[in-house]
């Protein structure tokens, strides 16, 4: 292998795979051309010459950069609407780990080693949840940015017409508040089951003593990858509603499924055997000797009762859904202006 | 940012629009990428490879250029680029709006 083809063996490394020969011939041909005449045609060049020209041509990564359609991971479009959501999400996550924090703080008080190992967790916690919740806001916007979604953006841009500005509100209109609330809370949930999953327990004081049991168990967290799918789904979903005006046809069908997606996993979690703690021997361990049996047979309707509370509020946002989705169909394509 | 900085970027954004028309009015005839580069240079118009073999592959994407592998005169095969007919519709267009806004410009400036 000589220099000329290891530079663009490195060259092509760095190229998009579909174009990757052909561009490497195209380089390879000018190559040669530019040495051919700088040794005017006087036999094979010597290394130096070579070495010359290759300097002169440019970094490898930097030559294969200039070929690459896609410099950027968010493009200005998106980035107006990235800043937003990064502020938003990481108030929310710096106010939950401040709750998780004061919650810590009144069990172990304000002083002694507890009380600093405490503050050290919650700092740690707090920068991997700023990370974490970095890195997450970034996946998305990369994959939307990827997608037909800016293309809409832009649609919606410039199909902006003054005449909104006096418009009454209409049903097909989206709530930017409704979406980010949901992008809040779904963040808020996903931090929490994510990076505090201790904050789900139930406390009570016994004989003086302050304990604990968890509320969930691993078979649940098993399951987290999924619920962080969904959230990230509904996340995703919520951030280009904002970029939406009115509700249509498509996003009305995507709401439903999201919903009903989310009502399947629900209904899952809660009727796998094992997911709660509660049990009449866990509750046994904690001291509770002739309420156990009663408490957890209590307990052991609790999962019923959020799967049939689940299921209407699922109904119920499926239904409006449904209501508005046929209006939308019946109506004309032509809007009267008022 | 120093001025220098700040003048070569708006150089660079100037240049940027004027090269795909240098290039558009320089491929009547077909060429392969180091001879039009010559040829570009010859008449005033220094352009770096780096800058001109992405703005080839651009414009041809865009269906402003037609290209092909071939072999002339026993030479190594070579990518040979010519402007396509949409490429010249486009490009008596921009050389209309280019002699304008030179006028304006020139006034301008004057």
């Known amino acids: 292998m000589n220099l000329i083809d290891k530079y663009i063996a490195e060259v092509g490394k760095h190229l998009p795979r579909k174009n990757r020969a052909d561009i490497e011939a195209e380089i390879r041909s000018t190559l040669e051309d530019m040495l051919e005449e700088r040794t005017q045609g006087k036999g094979p060049a010597d290394e130096a010459t070579v070495m010359a020209l290759l300097k002169e041509y440019g970094a490898p990564r930097e030559v294969a950069a200039t070929y690459k359609p896609h410099p950027y991971l968010i493009g200005p479009r998106m980035f107006p609407m990235f800043e937003m959501i990064l502020r938003i999400v990481f108030a929310v996550v710096i106010g939950a780990s401040f709750i998780g924090l004061g919650v810590n703080l009144s069990k172990v008080g304000l002083s002694g080693p507890e009380f600093a190992s405490t503050v050290g967790e919650w700092f740690t916690g707090l920068l991997g949840g700023l990370i974490a919740a970095f890195g997450n806001i970034v996946l998305v916007f990369a994959i939307l940015e990827r997608t037909k979604v800016v293309d809409e953006f832009e649609k919606e841009i410039k199909d902006w017409d003054p005449k909104e500005l006096q418009a009454e509100p209409d049903p097909d209109q989206i709530k930017r508040a409704d979406a980010i609330a949901t992008i809040i809370f779904t963040v808020l949930g996903l931090v929490v089951l994510n990076l505090y999953p201790n904050l789900f327990v139930i406390g009570f004081s016994n004989d003086g003593n302050w304990s604990t049991i968890p509320i969930l168990t691993d078979v649940f967290f098993r399951f987290l990858p999924w619920i962080n799918v969904m959230g990230l789904i509904q996340i995703a979903f919520n951030v280009f509603l904002l970029g939406q005006r009115d509700w249509k046809p498509i996003t009305r069908i995507l709401d439903i499924m999201i919903d009903l997606a989310g009502m399947v996993l629900a209904i899952i979690i809660l009727r796998t055997p094992g997911v709660f703690a509660i049990s009449s021997e866990s509750l046994r361990a904690l001291g509770i000797t002739e309420a156990a049996d009663t408490l957890a047979r209590l307990f052991s309707v609790v999962p019923t009762i959020i799967i049939v509370i689940v299921v209407i509020a699922t109904s119920v946002e499926v239904i409006k859904n449904l209501i508005q989705l046929l209006n939308v169909r019946a109506k004309s394509p032509y809007p009267v202006i008022k | ?110």
């Open chain 2, 1 to 110: 940012m120093e001025n220098d900085e700040i003048l070569q970027n708006m150089l660079l954004e100037l240049r940027r629009g004027v090269l795909s028309l240098a290039v558009l009015s320089q491929l009547s005839e077909e060429q392969y990428g180091y001879s039009l580069l010559k040829a570009l240079s010859e008449q005033g118009m220094e352009i770096d490879q780096s800058t001109l073999y992405p703005l080839l592959r651009r414009l041809e994407s865009q269906g402003l250029l037609q290209s092909d592998w071939r072999i002339v005169d026993e030479a190594r095969p070579r990518r040979y680029y010519v402007i396509s007919p949409q490429g010249k519709a486009v490009l008596a267009k921009l050389k209309k709006e280019w002699s304008t806004m030179a006028e304006t410009m020139s006034e301008m400036l004057s």
